[in-house]
């Protein structure tokens, strides 16, 4: 009984003098290990994706936010690495057994709480900028059946098209051809990606249905990302 | 790929389903632990009256080969989906003797007082319990700590919404009590940074022989307590329950891990003599350190 009075006494002290301390330490963090979780899906993911590429993306979740003079680090005890971010946000993600094993973190030069951290699934672009009508729909499909394969309510979604996202509208000239028929896509500006809200760019959507699947989109410039559209 | 936390508590409370960590991919041979201590707030045994405070061991742990060990559960994730989680486990089941329910951590309480009265096996018919003991379980016979085979069995609704099935076998007196709890899990990440909670709901179903272990009179215990008649539970829905975890990750070693359930017997194990209270609580809070 001794053991348990001193215990009911003595825990709560314990536990609040480091609660205490832990608070006043706390930076801004993610775990990596968190991040390494969600991320090492993707590089075990089995089934067809060599049209695909995954990031770590940083978007911002309050209008003041922005993705400027953002730094993301990753820190721990044997690892320093600076992970640039993209002007859309996302970063390349190091899978690295040391830092996991080191529990290190990735570290934020802003306040945490205005930002979101999650794995970004987009299509890779090409050199040429020509992208073949059939790969873009392959490519939407890859990203679908992965997105299925981490989130099941994905299940009734289809691919209804891609965007491709610029930063400048200078750069945002994209063709649609499909034999003699030939149209630049539209050019609006929005978000850079599916279900976010927040960000301005550049966009031109090529959607699946307003064109044959034996066409071809012509990218004059190589855009930030191409992002598959779910409907 | 999940990221969601679940510090399963090395619980005195032990007819409580262990939680499963979910599938968690690291790297080839790392691990990912948590160990921690903290205290908890639960019943004596499950239908007690009163709650007795105890010491909370906090333990889990998940190696790459998949094996975990989750508070007093030791399971292998063998799916590969991150939408599914399935896999065998074995569970300790803990021990009931008349101070309650015990895992030999902390101290027990003595319970004191008269006889237990019940009259008949059909739970309708004990109608009387004001001359109860007020240690129901003082003539109980001792139920032994086991070892439970078991498995689970988690789907990902979403990413959010887990629906989990946890069965065990081999509790009781006889090593044939089987019991599935099923449960709904809602995750919150975003609630704030660093902070994530966990909202559930679920059901357990037993066959008779676990309800008349944990449940159940027999004719010689009810002859030690001087009472009429024995009870025998059948199988069916023992309970229903509803809990909130929330886990506050401190650093990015420390977290504070803290939960709630309110429980409540249903069926034949809510009819059970042994019952001093249908709806039952049980509250915790720990510091655990992530290795």
Redesign the interface.
């Known amino acids: 009984?001794k053991?348990?009075t001193s215990?009911?006494t003595t825990?709560?002290a314990v536990?609040l003098a480091?609660?205490c301390c832990?608070?006043q330490?706390?930076e801004e963090?993610v775990?990596y290990?968190?991040?390494?979780?969600?991320m090492?899906?993707f590089a075990?993911y089995g089934k067809p994706k060599n049209f695909l590429q995954i990031h770590y993306e940083v978007s911002p979740r309050d209008p003041v936010a922005t993705l400027e003079g953002l730094h993301l680090t990753l820190t721990g005890k044997n690892t320093q690495l600076n992970l640039p971010l993209d002007a859309t946000g996302r970063a390349v993600f190091p899978?690295?057994?040391a830092a996991?094993?080191d529990?290190?973190?990735l570290a934020l030069n802003r306040r945490?709480?205005s930002y979101?951290f999650a794995p970004r699934v987009t299509i890779l672009t090409r050199n040429d900028g020509i992208y073949e009508s059939t790969d873009l729909r392959a490519a939407c499909e890859q990203a679908l059946a992965y997105q299925r394969?981490?989130?099941?309510?994905y299940g009734s979604k289809k691919c209804s098209g891609v965007r491709f996202v610029f930063g400048n509208r200078a750069d945002a000239l994209v063709q649609a051809k499909y034999g003699p028929r030939e149209a630049p896509l539209p050019v609006v500006d929005g978000p850079a990606f599916d279900g976010e809200t927040l960000g301005v760019y550049r966009t031109a959507t090529y959607r699946f249905a307003d064109w044959s699947a034996q066409g071809q989109v012509v990218s004059q410039n190589t855009p930030l990302a191409i992002a598959p559209l779910f409907e | 790929m999940r990221q969601y936390l679940f510090l399963a508590i090395a619980s005195a409370c032990s007819t409580v389903a262990a939680q499963t960590p979910a599938t968690n991919p690291m790297p080839d041979g790392s691990r990912d632990m948590y160990i921690g201590i903290g205290v908890q707030s639960i019943p004596r045994y499950d239908g007690a009256s009163d709650n007795r405070t105890r010491p909370l061991p906090v333990l889990q742990v998940q190696w790459s080969n998949g094996i975990f060990v989750s508070g007093t559960s030791v399971g292998w994730h063998l799916s590969q989906s991150p939408s599914m989680e399935f896999g065998p486990m074995l569970v300790l089941s803990p021990r009931r003797d008349q101070d309650g329910v015990s895992f030999g951590v902390g101290s027990v309480s003595d319970g004191t007082g008269a006889r237990m009265a019940h009259s008949s096996f059909r739970p309708d018919e004990f109608a009387v319990r004001e001359s109860f003991d007020d240690n129901r379980l003082r003539y109980m016979d001792v139920v032994k700590r086991h070892v439970l085979a078991g498995g689970f069995f988690n789907y990902y609704l979403s990413p959010k919404l887990r629906l989990t099935n946890t069965l065990t076998y081999g509790s009781g007196r006889d090593h044939d009590g089987a019991r599935l709890h099923t449960a709904l899990q809602y995750m919150m990440e975003d609630v704030a940074p660093h902070h994530t909670v966990v909202l559930s709901a679920g059901v357990s179903v037993v066959d008779r022989a676990y309800n008349e272990t944990w449940f159940g009179v027999t004719a010689e215990e009810a002859e030690r307590a001087g009472a009429k008649g024995y009870y025998r539970p059948g199988a069916g829905v023992q309970d229903v329950r509803a809990g909130v975890r929330w886990n506050w990750a401190l650093s990015p070693n420390w977290m504070l891990t803290s939960g709630a359930t309110v429980n409540r017997l249903v069926g034949d194990a809510k009819d059970s003599p042994l019952v001093e209270r249908a709806t039952n609580y049980s509250v915790s809070t720990a510091l655990a350190y992530r290795f």
Not at chain 1, 33 to 38: F, I, S, V
Not at chain 1, 149 to 153: A, E, G, K, T, V
Request: charged share 20%; net charge positive; with cysteine.
């Open positions: 009984m053991t348990l215990l009911r825990l709560p536990c480091v609660v832990a608070v330490a706390q963090w775990s290990r968190d991040a390494y979780k969600q090492v899906v075990k899978l690295l057994k996991y094993d529990n290190a973190v945490m709480a979101r394969f981490i989130d099941s309510s």
